[in-house]
């Protein structure tokens, strides 16, 4: 391969790092069968290696902090930090790492990888929108930003706290919506 070549792939691939302060990871699940509770958590940090001329080869790297959990209410949010549910205490951090990536006929992006939550591991696959056009922010700094959606279900990550409801069916949902509204900064 000419040097050329090793000068124009290498030019085609940039590093990323999460902006925390920009970026946000939110769920909704079921509250009693009868209304969705949202909350998010805020300590997201990572990384993402984007090839332009080959998606395939790009990388994305996630970290959340559970302890950043806020549903707007300090009791649940207590109740969720608790071995009943995130256990923070042994399990400080989600991850999420792709090992792959696709762009689809219809042009949207899937980022497919495992997912570790309360120290279990499963594949799961996000649709991705973006990035969108990279901007310069009034520092000089280069960004992109990324929505990426998901569902999972709670009970495959050994979050099995319930209650059955006196009137049937029972106090959580298991299927959890997940979005992760992403904004990167160039290294």
Do not use: C, Y
Request: no cysteine; glycine share 8%; aromatic share 6%.
């Amino acid at each position: 391969m000419s040097s050329a070549a090793n000068v124009s792939s290498a030019a085609a691939v940039s590093n990323w790092n999460i902006d925390p302060v920009h970026s946000i990871a939110e769920f909704r699940v079921k509250h009693m069968m009868i209304s969705s509770v949202r909350g998010q958590f805020t300590g997201v940090t990572g990384t993402l290696t984007f090839n332009e001329s080959d998606l395939s080869q790009s990388r994305v790297e996630a970290v959340i902090d559970v302890s950043t959990i806020n549903t707007h209410d300090v009791q649940r949010d207590g109740h969720l930090k608790s071995p009943d549910f995130f256990d923070v205490e042994k399990f400080p951090t989600m991850t999420f790492r792709s090992s792959r990536i696709t762009r689809k006929a219809d042009g949207s992006v899937s980022v497919s990888g495992p997912l570790t939550v309360h120290g279990v591991s499963k594949d799961v696959e996000f649709e991705v929108e973006g990035p969108t056009p990279p901007a310069k922010d009034p520092w000089g700094n280069t960004r992109v930003g990324v929505t990426a959606k998901t569902r999972v279900n709670r009970t495959d990550f050994g979050l099995t706290f319930n209650a059955t409801l006196e009137t049937g069916g029972v106090l959580v949902g298991e299927d959890v919506a997940i979005t992760l509204e992403l904004e990167f900064v160039k290294a």
